[in-house]
């Protein structure tokens, strides 16, 4: 089991667009020089983000994509579902027929991972990651379990 290059290049590409979060819109282009991620692989996966409302696109000069919600909100299980990326770990991709057409011994073992590293990636949001990027360790838990950045308040 392993995550594939889609999942982890729509995570690193995400990750590359929040650290530049309202600034104006980022070219992929640039994420594409940055990260040296192929611009036409890129534009594969923005069309599945902006498909599932992660990310919008500013058209014209001057364009390119922005955040389509707020960093705390989205979290890296949300980017991998959107570019459709399975992370399973059954080795019949959860049909149940692994086996001589049956169920295997260890299916539901391998089932609760999965569920165990939705969990945890699910856990992890953009606003975690932006802030370990730039070296931040403020990062908060929220009343509802997710993990945010503190942002101190100047008045």
């Known amino acids: 089991m392993r995550l594939t290059t889609k999942g982890r290049f729509a995570v690193t590409a995400m990750v ?6 309202g600034k104006g819109p980022v070219t992929l282009a640039g994420i594409s020089e940055r990260q040296d991620i192929s611009l036409s692989y890129l534009e594969q996966l923005f069309g599945k983000l902006r498909r599932h409302s992660l990310v919008d696109s500013v058209r014209g000069p001057g364009g390119g994509y922005t955040l ?3 960093l705390e909100t989205v979290s890296v299980a949300d980017i991998i579902r959107a570019v ?8 019949c991709g959860g049909k149940e027929n692994c086996h001589e057409d049956h169920r295997c011994m260890t299916h539901d ?3 609760s991972l999965n569920q165990k590293i939705y969990e945890y990636l699910d856990s992890v949001t953009l606003a975690e ?3 370990k990027q730039q070296g931040c360790g403020n990062v908060t838990v929220l009343p509802d379990g997710r993990r945010g950045t503190k942002v101190a308040a100047s008045f």
């Not at 590359?16 to 979060?21: E, Q, T, V």
């Not at 459709?84 to 080795?91: H, K, N």
């Open 16 to 21: 590359d667009l929040a650290l530049r979060h």
């Open 84 to 91: 459709d990326e399975p992370i399973d770990a059954t080795q």
């Open 109 to 111: 073992l391998w089932v």
């Open 129 to 131: 990651l932006v802030a």
């Open 68 to 70: 389509a919600k707020p």
